[in-house]
């Protein structure tokens, strides 16, 4: 593994807490994994997995400091829903304090919480990876969809979206507007990968 993975994956030990970092290290091998399969570049894999949770495990208050400081502009939803915003203010941090200059990873780091429309093949191998690792234990038709995501990542997609709607239904949370955008973008065909 080249050096800055390697030197990032030890920033990582530290800002994160264990559970995380394990999760992390699951996201990064798994993501480079589906790059492998489907053909896509190795090292932003590894690079985007390693640093998706980087602004995770910092307090509500903290993130929102971090905002400001990096003018990070949030929308509504994220403002009343803090648990979101990891995924914007971890772009942001990969690209001013971890210096990622790839736009396509951080663009990966951005979306990897609801996905978007019109996903590169990269932003959804890491949309995956975060929910297939193999830490992850909770959700159901896990199996189905960790085969799944080894043949189409577009299927895959589908179905973790569909899924992550109806849980965040069960737990009456409220659905980023983004989550269910996404979801429709898909199920109408998207872009294929
Ligand atoms: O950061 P991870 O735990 O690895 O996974 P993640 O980045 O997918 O974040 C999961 C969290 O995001 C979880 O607390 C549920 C929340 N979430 C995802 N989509 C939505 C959402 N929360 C709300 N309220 N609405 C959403 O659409
Ligand atoms: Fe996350
Ligand atoms: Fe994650």
Request: include cysteine; hydrophobic fraction near 40%.
């Amino acid at each position: 593994m080249n050096e800055i993975i390697l030197h990032l994956q030890h920033i990582m030990k530290k800002k994160l807490d264990e559970y995380r970092y394990e999760h992390t290290l699951g996201v990064m091998y798994t993501a480079a994994a589906l790059a492998m399969k489907h053909k896509a570049d190795i090292n932003q894999a590894l690079l985007a997995g390693l640093l998706h949770d980087c602004a995770k495990c910092y307090s509500d208050e903290k993130k929102r400091l971090l905002c400001d400081k990096y003018n990070v502009t949030l929308s509504q939803f994220e403002i009343d829903n803090p648990a979101l915003i990891h995924a914007k203010l971890g772009a942001v941090l990969a690209n001013k304090k971890y210096e990622i200059e790839d736009e396509a990873v951080c663009s990966a780091i951005a979306c990897h919480t609801t996905g978007a429309p019109g996903m590169t093949k990269l932003d959804k191998i890491v949309f995956i990876a975060d929910y297939i690792e193999p830490h992850r234990n909770k959700a159901q038709r896990l199996d189905d969809i960790r085969y799944t995501a080894f043949e189409n990542l577009d299927e895959a997609v589908i179905m973790i979206l569909c899924d992550t709607l109806d849980y965040l239904k069960d737990t009456t949370k409220i659905i980023d507007p983004m989550t269910q955008k996404t979801y429709e973008y898909y199920i109408k065909g998207g872009r294929k990968s």
